[in-house]
Each structure stands twice: as C-alpha cells, then as structure tokens.
C-alpha cells in the first residue's frame, strides 16, 4: 500500500504534468473561447500541484534537515507565484484578449518552471552530480526562454 507522502507526491507529480500540457495546449490555441477555458484549467492544476506539493511536504517535515525545508519553502513560494501568474493570463485573455504576448510572457514563466522542475529532478533520481542539476537547471530555463521567444515571434509574424 502507498503511503501519504508517495500519494500525494505522485499527485503532485500528475498535477505538473498535466498542467504543462495544458499550458502548451494554450500556447498554440488561437480561439479566445478555448484559450480562457484552457487558461482556467492551468489555475486549477497549478492550484492542485501547490497543494499537493504542501501535503507532501507537511507529511515529512520533522525528517528533512533545515536546508530541505528551507529549499521546500522555496518551491512553496515558487509555487503561488506560478499560480498568480497563470492567474495573470486569465485575466489578460478576458479583458485584454489581444495582449497575446503578455499572456504568453505569464504561461511561459509556467511552462519553464514547470519543465525545469521536470529537468531537475530527473537529474537527481539519475543521482547526478550536484554541478550537472545546476547546469541541467540553467540550460532548461535556457531553453524553455529560447522556445517561449520562438513562439512569440511565430505569433507575431501570423498576425
């Protein structure tokens, strides 16, 4: 049987996921209906992944070293700032539906954290040494800024 913290990690986990392929699905969808609806489904992800990475964290706080639990608070932050942020997009697509960039620019800092995350800890559970996480770390944010641009400037040139 599973415990409470793996469940609520795999959770967690389920949430992230999904909600980066939501957040894709929103960049390349260009009817504003859908995009509102896809928008509303990447808050309500992101608020699920925030509460589950909560839950995970509260069910083994008296086993992690004060460094984990300072670094967990981080990604606790990290996590109700993605979910303003994606909260920021909706907003923007019911009262300024033509600011593409700027909903983009708020579901990409999404897209790119979540990715790095994803990055990140595939090079732990690989057991990767500590300068090669940070260097994974850099080079995805690199990357997810490279694709996110990329993006933009297609957008652009449609319109």
């Known amino acids: 049987m599973l415990n409470a913290h793996l469940l609520m990690i795999i959770f967690h986990a389920t949430s992230a996921t999904a909600a980066f392929i939501v957040g894709l ?6 009817d504003l209906l859908r995009q509102r609806q896809l928008a509303m489904a990447l808050v309500v992800l992101l608020i699920l992944l925030e509460i589950f ?18 670094v967990f608070g981080g990604l606790g932050l990290l996590g109700l700032y993605m979910i303003w942020r994606a909260l920021q997009a909706l907003v923007l ?6 600011n593409q960039g700027a909903v983009m620019d708020h579901v990409g800092f ?10 990140i800890v595939s090079a ?14 850099i ?21």
Not at 93 to 98: E, G, K, T, V
């Open 53 to 70: 990475l909560i839950l995970a964290i509260l069910s083994h706080l008296t086993s992690l070293a004060m460094v984990q639990q300072i």
């Open 93 to 98: 697509l019911r009262q300024a539906p033509d």
């Open 25 to 30: 699905a929103l960049l390349f969808q260009r």
């Open 139 to 159: 080079g995805a944010v690199a990357l997810g800024i490279y694709a996110i641009n990329s993006r933009k400037k297609a957008l652009n040139t449609i319109s």
């Open 110 to 119: 999404n897209l790119i954290s979540l990715f790095d995350g994803f990055a």
């Open 124 to 137: 732990i559970d690989l057991q990767a040494p500590g300068w090669l996480v940070a260097i994974i770390a």
